[in-house]
């Protein structure tokens, strides 16, 4: 039997997280094939460490997972050059980026079979697959290409995720000590990276998680959730949890008895949400969840302008007063809310595109208003392939194209889009992305992000004053004395660097 390796391509220059993504697949495959993770993050010399593998001659295949940004910087050439150096290697590309764009993975050349979407079930059915030289065309959730065709299989129902086999972190540990993973942030000493459910159940239409989940969510059962927590808690030290999850806090019922369970172990924690969903909340379930130790929490506000929330399908049920409302019941329960915006959608003419901009710039302010405490992320619009949505469509009559070769992905240009920078959209002109930009950096000036841990209070201080002015009158053109000490002090972005 072959043996299998997964690869995790570098994704943050310091605060490392487990590999989530790569150990689901290592849980799949556990006890049946044996299997080496090569973590990007924690290596000097990915390629070095993966050729020693494929030497040995025992590994014949390779997992890449891949999200958009800089993990393609470092998996399209070293996919490259794997199929050239040790071309009987079959690699597979799993995660975000190859899911919504299997077809330049597929046409690349190099890279033999995309999953698509979850490959807990996937992943060992098409290794035993190609094991035991049967037929894989009926294996869901999988794409290749068969001489010119690109064939995408059937999507699988959602797996529950309580069926799912324990994630093997004693062995990851083998490779790479846990203890490393577990980095110091804002909620504490030794934060853990969990995810507790896959999926959405919302369709957003500038979402990535919406082609890949089709509007279903699974999750793990409070029980589980605590029970892999407190492992890692006793055994490993940590002290905080970031949930990686989507949407997190889909489940009042969950949310309320995870909080129970968790509230004596006296750890920090933070999650994604909707604010919609929680606006119903019962009081006494913010208020447990806040004792249970969720200090802040992640929250796509994406526009207070009607127009733009319907443009973006935000369900229906968001609206900005809404927006606006529950980050002021918030400040009661002492819950940071941190709210991501969407800004710089299209619209029929430019003047329009620029008013967005302007009325979201304001409403941002008026947030801060009324909770200062708020945490704003800014994210410039860059499409995603939401095939039908109205958003979409209207993209495409744009003239936006995604690129059609896999290598261009990486060009400089690309990568800010990746990054939710400069997108790249035909309607948005430099001196939008200008303001966009220019904003955050006022913004930033005027409120530093409470996550940045080595931001003293005096910097803190001399930040705001610097910015004060420009922020009271508006005026966020050329903002380069703010730009200075933040790269004098490596000010840190949540929405680039996690959070
Ligand atoms: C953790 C995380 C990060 C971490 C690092 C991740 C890492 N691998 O080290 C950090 C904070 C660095 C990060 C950064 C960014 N991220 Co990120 N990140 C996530 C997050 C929250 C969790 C990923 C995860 O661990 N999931 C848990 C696993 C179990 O789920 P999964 O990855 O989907 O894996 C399943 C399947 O996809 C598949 N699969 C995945 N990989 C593989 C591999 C193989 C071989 C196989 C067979 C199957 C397979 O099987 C798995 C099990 O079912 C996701 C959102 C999410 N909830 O998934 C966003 C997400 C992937 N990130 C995203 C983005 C855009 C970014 C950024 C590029 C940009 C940004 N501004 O946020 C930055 C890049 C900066 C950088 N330095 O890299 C987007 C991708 C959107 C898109 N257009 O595709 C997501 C979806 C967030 C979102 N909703 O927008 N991210
Ligand atoms: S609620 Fe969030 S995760 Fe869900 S579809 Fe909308 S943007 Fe995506």
Redesign the pocket.
């Known amino acids: 039997m072959h043996k299998i390796i ?1 690869f ?1 391509p570098r ?3 310091a605060k ?2 487990i ?4 150990l ?2 290592a849980a799949s495959v556990e006890g049946k094939y044996d299997w080496a993770i090569v973590d990007g ?1 924690r290596e000097n010399d990915s390629f070095e460490r993966i050729a020693g593998y494929l030497n040995t001659g025992e590994y014949r295949y390779i ?9 393609m910087k470092q998996s399209i050439p070293l996919a490259k050059k794997i199929k050239e150096l040790f071309p009987s290697t079959i690699i ?6 190859p ?2 764009h299997y077809k330049v993975v597929l046409n690349s050349g190099y890279v033999d079979f995309v ?1 698509n ?4 079930n ?2 060992p059915q098409l290794i035993d697959a190609l094991e035991n030289n049967t037929p894989y065309e009926f294996i869901k959730n999988i794409a290749y290409k068969s001489d010119t065709t690109i064939i995408k299989t059937t999507k699988e129902d959602l797996i529950d995720q309580e069926s799912l086999k324990p994630l093997p972190y004693h062995k990851l540990d083998t490779f790479y000590p846990i203890e490393k993973y577990l980095g110091r942030t804002y909620l504490g000493d030794k934060t853990l ?1 969990y ?1 507790s459910s ?1 999926g959405c159940p919302f369709t957003c239409s500038f ?3 919406v082609p ?1 989940y089709e509007a279903r969510w699974k999750a793990k059962s409070a029980q589980t959730v605590y029970k892999d927590i407190k492992y890692i808690k006793d055994k490993w030290g940590a002290d905080a949890i970031e949930f ?3 949407n997190f806090f889909v489940s009042e019922k969950r949310s309320v008895e995870f909080s129970k369970l968790i509230k004596p172990e006296k750890m920090s924690w933070w999650g994604m949400a909707r604010i919609d969903t929680m606006h119903k909340f019962k009081d006494e379930s913010l208020s447990l969840i806040r004792e249970a130790g969720c200090k802040i929490i992640f929250f796509g506000a994406e526009s207070g302008n009607e127009k733009v929330l319907k443009q973006l399908d935000k369900g229906g049920t968001q609206t900005g007063e809404q927006i606006e409302e529950f980050a002021s019941r918030l400040k009661q329960f002492d819950i940071i809310p941190e709210y991501s915006f969407v800004l710089g959608t299209p619209a029929p003419t430019p003047e329009e595109v620029m008013q967005q901009i302007d009325f979201d710039i304001n409403f941002i302010k008026r947030i801060k208003e009324a909770n200062p405490k708020t945490e704003i992320v800014l ?1 410039t619009y ?1 499409p ?1 392939p939401t095939e039908g949505s109205e958003l979409y469509n209207e993209v495409l009559q744009k003239g936006f194209t995604f690129p059609k070769k896999l290598e261009d992905w990486i060009n400089p240009e690309w990568e800010n889009f ?3 920078k400069n997108p790249l959209t035909p309607w948005l002109t430099a001196e939008m992305i200008d303001k966009i930009r220019n904003f955050e950096t006022v913004l930033n000036g005027y409120y530093p992000t409470v996550s940045d841990i080595r931001l003293n209070s005096i910097k803190r201080k001399i930040m705001r004053l610097t910015a004060g002015m420009r922020y009271k009158i508006n005026f966020y053109k050329h903002p380069y004395e703010i730009k200075l000490l933040q790269r004098l002090w490596r000010y840190r972005q949540p ?5």
């Open positions: 997964l995790n994704s943050a220059v490392y997280r590999p989530n993504s790569i689901n697949i993050n997992g890449f997972t891949v999200m958009p940004g800089p993990q597979i590309w799993g995660g975000y980026f899911t919504n999953i979407g979850p490959g807990d996937a992943f990276a995810h896959i979402c990535a998680v890949i990686h999850d989507n994210y860059s995603v990746d990054m939710r929405e680039i660097q996690g959070f």
